[in-house]
């Protein structure tokens, strides 16, 4: 039976790069599934469709596809309509698209299989907003990591920066601080710690401190 690890928390905590090492560590498969609403906000911004509840919306989806494949080193590379846009979807604009086209509800249908299925088939560290609560309740380990708002939007400045993008880190901060707002009040599976999940802050913690915390947590409940 393969084993799920549900990782919740808001933007900017740390989620992607933490669980990608912790599943590194434990031989597990890395499950963006961020990445999957910011593959879908990308074809949404191509074709000018706004993301709330709609026929444009609904028309949008019968006409992509969305795929998560994983390189010989394990990293997922997320493609849609057979063109890796891995890269294209780590931008501030993708990030927030991602924020508002998650809370359409056909969206979220659109991609609930895919997750559930490959959870079936791995052991996975799964990450998102709702796996816990909806993707994955039945999780054996359900973690939500958090860290202060300042603390999210610094590692995320520092992170664009180290990357070449010319950004501000108040207006990183003020990215961080809406999507947060957007992501806990939104109507369909708002961002809140699942029943049952181990709470985890890093806002005092380095990242290989978070990595070590978040391994100890799994191992300690499988």
């Given at each position: 039976?393969?084993?799920?690890?549900?990782?919740?928390?808001?933007?900017?905590?740390?989620?992607?790069?933490?669980?990608?090492?912790?599943?590194?560590?434990?031989?597990?498969?890395?499950?963006d599934?961020g990445?999957?609403?910011?593959?879908?906000?990308?074809?949404?911004?191509?074709?000018?469709?706004?993301?709330?509840?709609?026929?444009?919306?609904?028309?949008?989806?019968?006409?992509?596809?969305?795929?998560?494949?994983?390189?010989?080193?394990?990293?997922?590379?997320?493609l849609?309509?057979?063109?890796?846009?891995?890269?294209?979807?780590?931008?501030?604009?993708?990030?927030?698209?991602?924020?508002?086209?998650?809370?359409?509800?056909?969206?979220?249908?659109?991609?609930?299989?895919?997750?559930?299925?490959?959870?079936?088939?791995?052991?996975?560290?799964?990450?998102?907003?709702?796996?816990?609560?909806?993707?994955?309740?039945?999780?054996?380990?359900?973690?939500?990591?958090?860290?202060?708002?300042?603390?999210?939007?610094?590692?995320?400045?520092?992170?664009?920066?180290?990357?070449?993008?010319?950004?501000?880190?108040?207006?990183?901060?003020?990215?961080?601080?809406?999507?947060?707002?957007?992501?806990?009040?939104?109507?369909?599976?708002?961002l809140?710690?699942?029943?049952?999940?181990?709470?985890?802050?890093?806002?005092?913690?380095?990242?290989?401190?978070?990595?070590?915390?978040?391994?100890s947590?799994?191992?300690?409940?499988?």
């Amino acid at each position: 039976m393969s084993i799920a690890v549900a990782l919740d928390g808001p933007a900017g905590a740390g989620k992607s790069s933490i669980a990608k090492r912790a599943a590194k560590a434990l031989d597990f498969i890395y499950v963006d599934t961020g990445a999957l609403y910011r593959t879908i906000g990308l074809a949404a911004t191509r074709k000018g469709v706004e993301a709330k509840p709609s026929e444009e919306v609904e028309n949008l989806l019968s006409k992509i596809k969305v795929d998560l494949t994983f390189n010989d080193s394990g990293e997922q590379v997320v493609l849609l309509n057979g063109e890796d846009v891995s890269g294209l979807i780590r931008t501030p604009e993708a990030s927030m698209m991602a924020s508002k086209i998650s809370a359409v509800p056909s969206v979220r249908e659109y991609l609930l299989d895919l997750q559930r299925n490959i959870a079936k088939s791995h052991d996975v560290i799964m990450d998102g907003r709702d796996i816990g609560t909806v993707v994955l309740p039945d999780a054996q380990v359900k973690i939500f990591l958090t860290a202060s708002p300042e603390a999210r939007a610094e590692r995320r400045y520092k992170e664009l920066c180290e990357k070449g993008m010319n950004v501000k880190y108040e207006d990183v901060l003020n990215d961080v601080i809406q999507r947060d707002y957007n992501d806990t009040h939104r109507e369909t599976a708002p961002l809140k710690p699942s029943e049952g999940c181990v709470m985890v802050d890093t806002t005092e913690l380095d990242f290989e401190q978070s990595v070590e915390k978040i391994v100890s947590v799994i191992k300690e409940n499988i």
